[in-house]
């Protein structure tokens, strides 16, 4: 599928079948697998033959729909994971442990960053976070010995910051360690962060990729370009025997382009089990199969509510990439030419109650934590993700009281801004 192009892969790729087989990607719905001789599933336990022999370390339909993904991503391995959560943790885990030191964008989905400041903290491992806007010299100043990754977001949630890929990939490779991209909110029909020089890339497939609100999951690709043995010394679970597998050395065995997926499932999965449901997989694929063509409509709709929006007296200001005098504007228009996603935020004057008001009125735009599905819904984070904050501390957060998150659908664009509008017109 190597030569075509993305939406023909959002389609076709990852499951090909042989004659006679499934036109859809099969639901392999069992735990486990059965073999003719002990010695068979041996070879499966030794990593030394590739096959199935439980659900918790791989499936055949998630490994389709990872396969789907990679493909998406132009990486060489790929996997599915229960959730997004998983996926970041796993991404991160797989090459730090107690001791380990991570250099980290402060501009991250929430939950990523509680993942990684207490939790990971607790485990020992340590980060420093930095303005997705600092200098190279900040940039590098903020990598340890120690140091084992790079992480970011492409298109921030919700602050909507677009990461600059190249500086922070070329800060991580002359510190000899890789560059991991959280590239959910524009997906790789948006940008491709590889090609601008990230090694892994992960995903919430809660968001875009299944796109209808019906499955939590996520994804970890791997560019296959990192070379961990040249960098041995900081990378030892990938470059030294590992006991649990009898000595197998993960970049000796599967090179370049294997290693970093095939420890991440042998060791991680096995251990913590974070997989993807078999079904799940396939709702997420489904979702895949209309992404080319779900993406441009969502950047459409947010394109024109963030307009809109930034017409209007009663709002101070919009964040969206996609608007001319939007800050990231120069970085969005570099890595995300065709748009980045259909979420937009804004302030609006008159803090918390005028955004309760607000949000109340709204008919069409519903309520939600959620984000980038086909339905349009709206959360203001200081009545809710956010609501234990003081005013003063949502302001330090860069998190005005008065801020609303919209999540632009699939619907007609006008319908949205005439919920707006009369929603503007019910506060007055
Ligand atoms: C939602 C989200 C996550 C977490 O994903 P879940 O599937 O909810 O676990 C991680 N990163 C980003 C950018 C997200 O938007």
């Known amino acids: 599928m190597d030569n075509y192009k993305i939406n023909t892969k959002c389609v076709q790729a990852g499951y090909r079948p042989k004659n006679g087989e499934p036109r859809q990607v099969p639901v392999i719905q069992s735990t486990t697998f059965k073999y003719d001789t002990s010695e068979d599933m041996g070879k499966l336990f030794d990593l030394e033959a590739s096959g199935y022999f439980y659900t918790r370390l791989q499936n055949p339909t998630n490994d389709y729909v990872a396969a789907k993904i990679a493909a998406l991503e132009g990486g060489t391995a790929a996997m599915l994971t229960s959730s997004g959560q998983a996926a970041n943790f796993f991404a991160l885990f797989n090459i730090c442990e107690c001791g380990s030191h991570i250099v980290c964008s402060s501009s991250i989905y929430g939950g990523t960053f509680n993942l990684i400041a207490v939790t990971m903290a607790k485990m020992g491992i340590e980060t420093t976070f930095i303005s997705p806007d600092c200098t190279e010299a900040e940039l590098n100043a ?39 991209v959280d590239n959910t909110f524009p997906t790789p029909v948006n940008c491709r962060p590889i090609e601008w020089g990230a090694d892994i890339v992960t995903h919430s497939t809660t968001k875009y990729m299944d796109g209808h609100g019906a499955a939590v999951g996520g994804a970890i690709v791997d560019s296959g370009k990192f070379d961990w043995m040249a960098h041995k010394d900081k990378f030892p679970g990938l470059c030294t025997p590992d006991d649990s597998y009898h000595g197998i050395t993960y970049a000796e065995k599967f090179g370049k382009e ?125 009545t809710s993700t956010h609501r234990q904050l003081t005013d003063k501390q949502l302001e330090e957060a860069g998190i005005p009281a008065g801020l609303i998150r919209i999540s632009c659908g699939l619907e007609d664009k006008e319908d949205l801004i005439n919920d707006l509008k009369q929603a503007f017109d019910s506060i007055k």
């Open 142 to 180: 903020a990598f340890k010995e120690n140091t084992k990754a790079v992480f970011g977001e492409t298109i921030a949630n919700p602050a909507l910051t677009v990461l600059d890929i190249e500086k922070f990939a070329k800060a991580a490779h002359s510190h000899g360690v890789p560059l991991i």
């Open 258 to 382: 294997g290693a970093f997926i095939t420890k991440c499932t042998a060791q991680l999965m096995r251990d913590f089990g974070s997989i993807q449901s078999p079904q799940n997989a396939f709702i997420l694929n489904l979702g895949l199969e209309s992404l080319h063509v779900r993406m441009p409509k969502h950047v459409e709709n947010g394109q024109a509510v963030a307009e809109f929006l930034e017409a209007n007296p009663n709002v101070e200001f919009v964040n969206y990439p996609g608007l001319k005098n939007d800050k990231y504007h120069k970085l969005a228009e570099k890595y995300l030419p065709n748009g980045g996603c259909g979420v937009v935020s804004f302030c609006l004057k008159g803090g918390r109650s005028q955004a309760e008001k607000f949000m109340k009125a709204l008919k069409l735009i519903a309520i939600e934590t959620h984000v980038a599905d086909a339905r349009s819904c709206c959360l203001n984070p200081a």
